[in-house]
């Protein structure tokens, strides 16, 4: 009798611990957005008022950053004083292909990153601006209804994934 109470408190938590897994995977994909529009403002910053050439204004961005987002830029300047020959646009999707399992983002954000980095680069600053400002505007969006959707669906992901095991523990009893 023991071991099947403890087999349906087993099952319980672990259907809810799958709900709070949903659940946070929502909240880290707001806080990537956030972490990932703060870059794109330091980035702008470094280009538009320190003047300072992109890959240097990567490096420095990285250094305020942390997580997913401080990684994508290190493996982005360490890709380029690396590799001498690759472009910008390279080493950005490579940095993106190698932090992929990391970013929780959807594929619309993810295609904003690479059209980012099809434009990174190219043209003098003031286009470099106009890219990180409309990237900006891009996140910020998303960021926005990545907010809306973890309101609306973040309780709903745990109560349904502990409502799932008391069923699973009604339909076994």
């Not at 505007?137 to 669906?153: M, N």
């Amino acid at each position: 009798m023991t071991a099947r109470w403890i087999a349906n408190i087993a099952v319980v938590l672990g259907c809810g611990y799958i709900g709070v897994v949903f659940a946070s995977r929502m909240e880290a994909r707001v806080r990537q957005l956030e972490a990932l529009e703060a870059m794109l403002t330091q980035l702008a910053f470094n280009i538009g008022f320190l003047a300072l050439p992109l890959s240097e204004a990567m490096r420095q961005a990285a250094s305020g950053q942390r997580g997913v987002v401080r990684r994508l830029l290190e493996q982005v300047t360490g890709l380029l004083a690396g590799r001498p020959e690759i472009t910008m646009k390279e080493a950005w999707e490579e940095a993106i292909r190698r932090q992929t399992g990391g970013l929780c983002l959807k594929q619309p954000e993810m295609d904003a990153l690479y059209a980012f980095a099809a434009h990174l680069g190219q043209g003098d600053s003031k286009d470099a601006l106009d890219n990180i400002q409309l990237t900006a505007a891009k996140l910020k969006l998303a960021r926005e209804s990545a907010q809306a959707e973890r309101a609306r669906d973040g309780k709903l992901c745990k109560g349904l994934g502990f409502l799932t095991g008391m069923l699973i523990v009604i339909l076994l009893f």
